[in-house]
């Protein structure tokens, strides 16, 4: 049975960091696409960086030069390290897993929920001005 679970969400205020991870279990396969998207009440999901086997990683415009997305293949888990945070940064942020053996993310060219087949359950960010 497939498993992801998002820790390190909180409150900060604005300018602050946080460091998300994402640990996993019952994923079976070599390699592994992950991913990190974050929801709004209200909205879809929002693709905000993703990173392939070979550590090559793809940001969302509106986190670029402030996150920074890493992946360790042996534990098959990924992290995001959130820094100079803003109030528009607040969300439910979800982490996300595909079997990735030999795509690149930048072959994808996107962060899109429907490439990716396992999802966590979300932990809270929340930036205060």
């Known amino acids: 049975e497939e498993e992801l679970v998002e820790s390190g969400g909180g409150s900060v205020q604005t300018g602050g960091s946080l460091s998300l991870t994402c640990a996993t279990s019952g994923l079976i396969y070599n390699g592994y696409c992950m991913a990190w998207f974050r929801q709004t009440t209200g909205k879809g999901r929002e693709g905000v960086a993703a990173?392939?086997?070979?550590?090559?990683?793809l940001y969302a415009d509106p986190v670029k030069g402030r996150f920074t997305i890493t992946q360790d293949n042996d534990k098959k888990m990924t992290t995001l390290q959130m820094n100079t945070l803003q109030p528009e940064d607040t969300a439910t942020y979800y982490c996300a897993a595909e079997e990735c053996l030999v795509t690149t993310i930048q072959a994808l060219g996107r962060i899109d929920e429907a490439d990716f087949a396992y999802w966590g359950q979300g932990t809270q960010v929340t930036v205060s001005s």
């Open positions: 990173i392939d086997r070979f550590g090559n990683a």
